[in-house]
C-alpha cells in the first residue's frame, strides 16, 4: 500500500518560515511527478508546487518567489521551503506524488500563520 507522509507543519508568525517534508513508502516505482497542494477552510484544495523527474518546478501565483519545492537524495521525497510566509498561508498541505499506476495524496499537515 502506497502511503506518503508529510510532516513539518505548525503554528509561526506572519513573515516566518517553516519547511515541509513528504516520504512516500510502499512503491518501488519512481514517482515522477510530485508536489504540495493545500485546501483553507471553505476552500477548495489548490495547488501550490509541484516538481517533475527533470526538476522542472511549477509554482502558485501567490507563492511564487516565497517557495521552493524541492527533491530529496531518498527516492520519492519532496520538501517545501516556505518563506516570507502570511496568514492566507494558513491552510492544510498536502503531499501528491504519482507514479504510472496511481495519484497518491498524504494525510495533510497544518500550516497556521499567525497576524
Known amino acids: 500500500q502506497v502511503q506518503l507522509v508529510e510532516s513539518g507543519g505548525g503554528l509561526v508568525q506572519t513573515g516566518g518560515s517553516l519547511r515541509l517534508s513528504c516520504a512516500a513508502s510502499?512503491?518501488?516505482?519512481?514517482?515522477?511527478?510530485m508536489g504540495w497542494y493545500r485546501q483553507a477552510p471553505g476552500k477548495q484544495r489548490e495547488l501550490v508546487a509541484t516538481t517533475n523527474g527533470e526538476g522542472i518546478a511549477n509554482y502558485a501565483d501567490s507563492v511564487k518567489g516565497r517557495f521552493t519545492i524541492f527533491r530529496g537524495n531518498a527516492k520519492n521525497t519532496v520538501y517545501l521551503q516556505m518563506n516570507s510566509l502570511k496568514p492566507e498561508d494558513t491552510a492544510v498541505y498536502y503531499c501528491n506524488g504519482i507514479t504510472r499506476y496511481g495519484n497518491y495524496w498524504g494525510q495533510g499537515t497544518q500550516v497556521t500563520v499567525s497576524s
Open positions: 510502499g512503491t518501488i516505482f519512481s514517482m515522477n511527478t
